[in-house]
């Protein structure tokens, strides 16, 4: 317990350090920890080779982030990722084609899928950082953390009835309650600074609350599948990276899942204020 805590402390250091400037520095770390989960994610479905090889089929995935990331420092705004996406999608299955048979269809698909699951949803907080307000707003995707640490806590304390048993079977639908509210409680903390410091509008602070109340539930959800792609594979952590919590996926799923959320809640939300 005393690793992983001291580890989630070096994370929010990390955090603050590029949360607060934002910019090219945010950028790059977003860039490296999408290069990470991509490699972790390829690894536990089984794109990545067991020989530790890099495979042409994942090299092509590696080259899609790169454009992706490019694209979004060119752009800066959400309305043309369907090029990076599709042109993520064009290349991984002209990759299959060519190179058929010597992988499966369901390689090529987990190859797409990989890209889009982790580079493609944690670049949102890069295009959340450049909205107004952004210095606010790029920080409730991390309610996800806020919502698991409730969670716990209000699960240890108060758990009797199972949310996924076969699933996870430690999660209870006590804690799930106690995330949520744990979550909208710090949405309501954010949303008082938001109005007291920029916005002078008191609605600024239920829009808030109201945005991390339905991030908590997706970041719930994304935890989960995490944890089913965990179990379908028959692994116990994407990786050991990060001591006391396992790999980027790991400390990483539930806030990946919910950062476009978070995105698109914000843009017809908060854009008006």
Known sequence: ??????????????????????????????????????????????????????????????IAIIVHYIQMLLVGTHKYYIFSIMFAFFLIMVCYVVNFPKFKSMQAMAA?????????????????????????????????WVCDTCAYFAGRAFGKHKMAPILSPKKTIEGAIGGILGS????????YLLYRNEVHNVNVIYMLMLITFIGSIIAQLGDLLASG??????????????????????????????????YFLAVVMISHF
């Open 1 to 62: 317990m005393k690793t992983r805590v001291l580890s989630g402390v070096v994370i929010g250091l990390v955090l603050a350090g590029v949360l607060i400037p934002g910019g090219i520095i945010l950028a790059a770390v977003l860039f490296a920890i999408s290069l990470i989960s991509y490699f972790e994610l390829t690894r536990a479905t089984g794109v990545h080779q067991e020989d530790g090889k890099f495979s042409i089929l994942e090299i092509c995935g590696y």
């Open 112 to 144: 797409f899928f990989c890209f889009v699951y982790a580079p493609v949803n944690m670049s949102f907080v890069y295009l959340l950082r450049l909205r107004s307000y952004g210095k606010y707003l790029a920080w409730i995707p991390f309610i996800a």
């Open 184 to 191: 909208v409680a710090v949405g309501a903390v954010f949303g």
């Open 229 to 262: 792609i965990k179990r379908d594979h028959n692994i116990k952590d994407y990786g050991n990276l990060i001591p006391g919590h396992g790999g980027i996926m790991d400390r990483f799923d539930s806030v990946i899942f919910v950062i476009p959320c978070i």
